[in-house]
């Protein structure tokens, strides 16, 4: 008798691990705008209040050197959905760098999203936010594996009304202090699924909105498996924050908006504890490049970090990353990690197929979040120009081009091909101040070998963000 009850209870515990292997999570990646590696209390910022991510990342994990596909829009976006450097896909271009309101063409039918993999799988999927990767409905997010949307196609300054400019150079920041603008000074459409439903959109209650959305997709969706793409507009130029939030922040109007989105991320794990899904839901959060200095007190900051949007100096493309739920083993990573790699990542922890018919250059980071096992990932490439202009390996890292971003300061804008390459040693030095070249020449052939390689095995498709309607 005794015998049998063993066997029984060996069964079941058996049983019990093997349901556990067989639950897939939900996933929730939110993808801010504009926001610097140094925007939040967790990350060092003084004056900005953020208490609910920095609970997220004390719970969770904090990675301190996770990069964006780009230091730009458009081709980050594509790197984090489809897990493919955005070289690969026509989205990183030489003269546009992002797809404005003319643009002819958005994200290939042919490239395969984070969403269509877990749609085919059994999930639910909302993107809710700014896209930025093809205006025109055969672009739009459904047609990408997504069951909803709910959110702006393209950044919030664009489509310009009144002749109200937000370029740099201009004097935006200074012209309304900690005010807001106009929300109509922009003529930017809100899309749910396919359709226009309000232009332009009140750009003062769009985090709150968006929050909401998300918040509500939880709830018509706890029954069933989820993938939710939440992207913020913000806090990209020009700055909103709704009423409940003006005012609030010592850092002024940017520290009100960066509040605002850190209590909708406090909704966001309210509505899953409530619903007792917090243990089987992994949230995401991290930015899609650096800051937009240009803007001074209405742009972000890089903390420690040189320079920021735009350049592929640390402060470009070093972004924030919080993985939070499930079974992430807590801690502070300092392992290297990109948006890319959250595509694999998912794929694994939902049991889904991988994508095996093309190069792929996200690496799954599942064995460090759930472990603490090294990363896998040893090099992070920096774009520009559909040209590598820097690639670090490991702890260093060589710069072969450099140019400023935006002119800012002015005469800073001019592209340095070098003779010799730049060294640096990222771990000693993030800011990039100490040049190491030549005391290292052997690193910088490991390097050379690495583009060397990659080059070899690039395809690189037309630039899809030089075709613009009307233009030459």
């Known amino acids: ?103 002819k063409h958005g994200l290939p039918d042919s490239e395969i999203t984070i969403a269509e993999k877990l749609k085919k799988n059994g999930y639910k999927t909302a993107a809710i936010g700014k896209w930025h990767l ?42 309304y202090e900690n005010e807001r603008p106009e929300s109509t000074n ?57 009423d409940d939030f003006i005012g609030k922040s010592k850092r002024g109007l940017y520290g009100d908006v960066i509040e605002e989105i850190d209590y909708g991320m406090g909704l966001i794990v309210e509505e899953l504890k409530k619903n007792n899904l917090d243990k089987n839901t992994i949230v995401v959060f991290t930015s899609d490049n650096g800051p937009w200095l240009p803007f001074e007190s209405h742009s972000g ?21 919080i993985f939070w739920g499930a079974d992430i083993s807590p801690g502070v990573v300092s392992d290297l990690g990109s948006t890319m790699d959250i595509f694999p990542t998912l794929l694994e922890m939902s049991n889904t197929s991988m994508v ?35 690639v670090r390996f490991g702890k260093y890292k060589a710069h072969f081009i450099t140019q400023g971003a935006y002119n800012y300061p002015p005469g800073s804008d001019k592209k340095k091909v070098l003779k010799k390459p730049l060294l640096y040693n990222l771990n000693i030095d993030p800011s990039e101040k100490y040049d190491i070249a030549d005391k290292n020449p052997e690193i910088l052939i490991k390097i050379n070998k690495i583009v060397e390689i990659h080059k070899k095995n690039l395809i690189a498709p037309e630039d899809l963000l030089n075709d613009r309607e009307g233009a030459k």
């Open 1 to 103: 008798m005794k015998k049998i009850i063993s066997i029984v209870i060996l069964f079941l515990l058996h049983s019990c691990d093997q349901s556990k292997l067989n639950i897939k999570p939900n996933f929730i990646i939110v993808f801010v705008d504009d926001m610097g590696y140094g925007d939040l209390g967790s990350y060092g910022h003084p004056t900005i209040k953020t208490p609910n991510l920095d609970k997220m990342a004390h719970e969770g994990q904090k990675w301190t050197q996770f990069y964006s596909a780009s230091s730009v829009c458009t081709p980050s976006r594509a790197g984090l959905l489809t897990g493919r450097l955005p070289i690969r896909n026509g989205l990183i271009g030489r003269k546009h760098r992002v797809f404005f309101p003319d643009s």
């Open 134 to 175: 093809g205006h025109k409905k055969e672009y739009l997010p459904l047609q990408h594996g997504f069951d909803y949307y709910y959110g702006i196609p393209y950044s919030n300054d664009m489509d310009k009304i009144n002749n109200e400019t937000c370029c740099p150079g201009s004097q935006y920041w200074q012209k």
């Open 186 to 242: 922009y003529n930017v459409p809100l899309i749910e699924n396919n359709e226009i439903i309000e232009r332009p959109v009140d750009q003062t209650t769009i985090t709150k909105r968006f929050s909401d959305k998300a918040v509500e997709f939880i709830r018509n969706n706890k029954e069933d498996n989820f993938f939710i793409y939440l992207a913020h507009n913000l806090p990209h130029t020009p700055l909103y924050a709704s």
């Open 301 to 321: 900051s890089a903390g420690l970090l040189r320079e920021g949007k735009g350049s592929t100096w640390e402060g470009g493309q070093r972004i924030p990353g």
């Open 356 to 390: 095996d018919d093309r190069i792929m250059d996200g690496i799954s980071l599942k064995n460090t979040l759930l472990n603490h096992e090294p990363s896998k990932r040893e090099t992070i490439f920096y774009y520009r120009s559909r040209e590598i202009y820097a």
